[in-house]
């Protein structure tokens, strides 16, 4: 628990000193915290002005006071306080479907998730090669999401924008390429201070890897470190540790003899995998965007705990929609004020005399909520707050048949419990080589972590013994706006009445921002923010990788969507994320199914040489029905084949082929 808070840096430019020599007679009967004006019952003494005390006061009672600051102007004897800023981040995501895309061939797929601005016209800005590209004006539905296609792009490394909007980079890459048959799955991450430790699953033609591996880490498109072995098991997976001590993004190049392939470390950049302390109730509670360890989840993102405290009020759970906290001494009065930033709600409930371990339930709504304290506890103020991430309760299921033949058209069923309206839902079906360096839910996760910093950064959790009277500020003729948000305060201070001030101010929960009258704010837009370069991914390929479908489509209940995968071989990802506009609400899952037929083969060989080169290549065959023959003939001559390990095969040898390799040579 922090330090009680030291008086001589008490500044607080919301606090406007009206008469100094009665401030100074109040002393310590007033004291300021970051989110609370405390009023002690020797207030009414010293101040001698009972009339101005707000009439919901009895001051017969002689009961202390706790104001909250975030809700309206408190006018009071000698002081004005302004409402305390309550920082938002509107939640806005944008993200492609792949990291990298096949110059002149594919189509970049761009996704706009903002559903506080429904029907509004975006600025989408692209930087090719971090010069400034194109403009593209961009209209979201009423759900407030667009897909927005870009085709004929030349090679080179892009970044994405929405103009004005303060938030991280899409970044991908246009190059000629292809990908390996070699999938490598990331089943499980656990970030321990600055090592991941992860399990991967490797497969090559639908068949698990048995053999040893090299991974690889790459960070922003440069490889660091050196390569290490990994063993991996009869069912393919294999377990090992990576540093990751630098800005980030990160991502893993595996290599299997002569095939590779690439495992994004989505969230890995450094703001978002760091720990933010979301709580000092009783124990310090963590938040990150890669799983901690014994970390609960929610919405793609994990709170675990990092210790004990002694703080009065404990809370144990911050993932759900109630909370429960805790008294661990006697309380004497108790000012509790629920946050909900998104539907702009503000609850605010006042206890007295609370006994120790009397728990007190709380109800949470949207996304996430700040639980704010300010209390009265033997005779001292204290105040505390906590951020409580709350589970989606929109629910979507995605049936997927377990397999399909290659080019055969299949039903995707999508269902939700939601059926009085239309959900929208982003549909993905694609390889499952390509590698996607973020997801809608992981952009919307890191601006709500990006909003509890701010909240954070202002927040306080202590004994408070600031007094209003230390706070030297000298009224203006005039308040000065503060800084732009999505919504507008208009003050006037030269009001010449307390009455004429109150009707001079607007208030909008959630910003506490201010404007002078007259302006209307347009789309809710912030100042851009630069990342590091993109991830550059290693050009050893074998096989161009297809995105099957990406389509925005509504579900009112239920939909069935066809889906035709490609002629090859392999396993397919399908995405899907849910977005409930009304309830600020979504929910992403994955399913996946194989394309795959009892006998299949792939040939390899150099797509260009000089006459009269030697080409050595690769054939690659799997036969699930039991013994097959292989021949490869070139101008109608058989070439011979060799196994691996230097056999030869003989021309109409009948092999028990099972994922098996042969060596071409001249």
């Not at 207030?43 to 706790?66: F, K, N």
Request: proline share 7%; charged share 20%; aromatic share 6%.
């Amino acid at each position: 628990m922090k330090e009680p808070q030291n008086e001589l840096s008490s500044f607080d430019a919301s606090v406007i000193i009206s008469d100094h020599t009665l401030l100074q007679k109040i002393g310590d009967a007033a004291l300021l915290g970051s989110h609370f004006l405390f009023l002690t019952p020797d207030w009414y003494r010293r101040t001698g002005l009972l009339d101005l005390i707000a009439p919901r006061v009895d001051p017969s009672l002689q009961e202390p006071i706790i104001m909250f600051r975030g809700k309206r102007w408190i006018h009071l004897a000698g002081m004005q306080i302004a409402p305390s800023t309550l920082p938002d981040l509107p939640l806005v995501s944008l993200s492609c479907d792949k990291q990298l895309y096949r110059s002149h061939h594919d189509t970049i797929r761009l996704l706009i998730v903002a559903p506080h601005a429904p029907g509004t016209r975006q600025s989408l800005q692209l930087f090719f090669n971090d010069s400034h590209y194109a403009d593209y004006t961009v209209d979201l539905d009423r759900h407030g999401m667009a897909l927005w296609p870009i085709q004929d792009l030349p090679e080179g490394m892009y970044k994405a924008r929405i103009d004005g909007v303060e938030m991280d980079d899409c970044l991908f890459e246009v190059a000629e390429y292809r990908l390996a048959p070699l999938n490598v799955e990331l089943v499980s991450q656990e970030l321990q201070g600055d090592s991941l430790h992860f399990e991967l699953t490797v497969t090559t033609f639908q068949q698990p890897y048995t053999a040893q591996i090299e991974v690889e880490l790459q960070e922003r498109g440069q490889r660091i470190g050196s390569r290490f072995k990994l063993g991996c098991d009869r069912e393919g997976r294999c377990q090992g540790s990576v540093k990751l001590d630098g800005e980030g993004p990160y991502a893993l190049n595996i290599y299997a003899k002569d095939r590779t392939a690439t495992v994004a470390l989505k969230a890995s950049e450094k703001p978002r995998r760091e720990t933010l302390t979301i709580s000092e109730l009783g124990s310090i509670q963590v938040l990150s965007l890669l799983p901690l360890p014994r970390a609960e989840t929610a919405r793609g993102m994990y709170v675990g705990k990092g210790g004990q405290n002694t703080a009065p009020f404990q809370v144990q759970k911050l993932i759900g929609h109630e909370v429960v906290i805790t008294p661990r001494v006697p309380v004497d009065a108790l000012s509790l004020v629920v946050v909900d930033p998104q539907h702009e709600k503000i609850t605010e409930t006042t206890y007295n005399h609370i006994k120790a371990n009397e728990p007190l339930h709380i109800q949470t709504s949207g996304p996430y909520a700040l639980v704010f304290l300010g209390a009265i506890l033997d005779d001292r103020c204290w105040e505390g707050w906590c951020a409580v991430i709350n589970p989606s309760l929109l629910q979507l299921e995605c049936q997927v048949p377990a397999e399909t033949r290659p080019g055969t058209p299949i039903k995707l069923g999508l269902k939700t419990n939601v059926t009085d309206r239309p959900i929208a839902v982003q549909l993905i079906v694609k390889d499952q080589r390509v590698v996607a360096p973020t997801d809608p839910q992981v952009e919307l996760a890191a601006r709500i972590k990006g909003s509890l910093e701010k909240w954070a950064q202002q927040s306080y959790t202590g004994y408070v013994e600031r007094q209003v009277s230390n706070v030297i500020r000298p009224l203006p003729p005039r308040m000065q706006a503060f800084s732009a948000g999505t919504r507008f305060l208009r003050a006037t201070a030269s009001s010449s009445s307390s009455e004429e001030r109150e009707r001079g101010v607007m208030y909008s929960m959630g910003m506490g921002t201010q404007q002078p009258a007259g302006l209307v704010p347009e789309a809710p837009m912030m100042s851009g923010a630069l990342l590091p370069s993109p991830l550059e991914l290693p050009r050893v390929r074998m096989q161009f990788p297809e995105v099957v479908f990406n389509q925005l489509i509504e579900v009112e209940g239920t939909a069935e969507v066809e889906v035709k995968p490609g002629e090859g071989l392999g396993r397919y990802t399908v995405e899907a994320f849910a977005l409930d506009r009304e309830n600020f609400d979504w929910q992403r899952i994955e399913a996946s199914f194989e394309v795959t037929q009892p006998l299949a083969g792939e040939l390899t060989v150099a797509p260009f040489v000089l006459p009269g080169d030697a080409v050595l290549g690769r054939l690659d065959i799997l036969s699930t029905r039991g013994e097959a023959t292989a021949e490869v003939q070139v101008n109608g001559q058989s070439v011979p084949l060799w196994f691996e390990d230097g056999r030869r095969v003989e021309p109409g040898q009948s092999l028990s082929w099972l994922n098996t390799s042969a060596i071409l040579k001249p």
